[in-house]
């Protein structure tokens, strides 16, 4: 098993940058793709991005694709999720996620084992 916390979250205005983390505990790191997931107010959780075990293959939802930059230390037991020129509709509760069964990241909740709490990012207009 993997326990998953991450930080970084907050309120910040249209246009600023935050970077979220997520520390990863329990098994080897590397053995996990991992994702980042948000759920605004009233909606689905949606996928946001993807990394694969080793870090080299990445995918993003198309609304923040130029925007987002997902990456990972193996070394370290983190992911990370950049987060430049935030929008209002960034706004939203950012989860991330592992999975232990794929060597790549898949795009649906249901494929991710493990799961973060959540953290908050607010985007003021």
């Known amino acids: 098993q993997v326990q998953l916390v991450e930080s970084g979250g907050g309120l910040v205005q249209a246009g600023d940058s935050l970077r979220l983390s997520c520390a990863a505990s329990?098994?080897?790191?590397?053995?996990?793709?991992m994702a980042w997931f948000r759920q605004a107010s009233g909606k689905e959780r949606e996928f946001v991005a993807g990394?694969?075990?080793?870090?080299?293959?990445?995918n993003y939802a198309d609304s923040v694709k130029g925007r987002f930059t997902i990456s990972r230390g193996n070394a370290k037991n983190t992911a990370y999720l950049q987060m430049n020129s935030l929008k209002p509709e960034d706004t939203a509760v950012y989860y991330c996620?592992?999975?232990?069964?794929?060597?790549?990241?898949?795009?649906?909740?249901?494929?991710?084992?493990?799961w973060g709490q959540g953290t908050l990012v607010t985007v003021s207009s």
């Open positions: 990394i694969s075990r080793s870090g080299l293959s990445k």
């Open positions: 329990g098994r080897t790191f590397s053995s996990y793709a």
């Open positions: 996620a592992a999975d232990e069964a794929r060597i790549n990241s898949g795009r649906s909740v249901n494929e991710y084992e493990y």
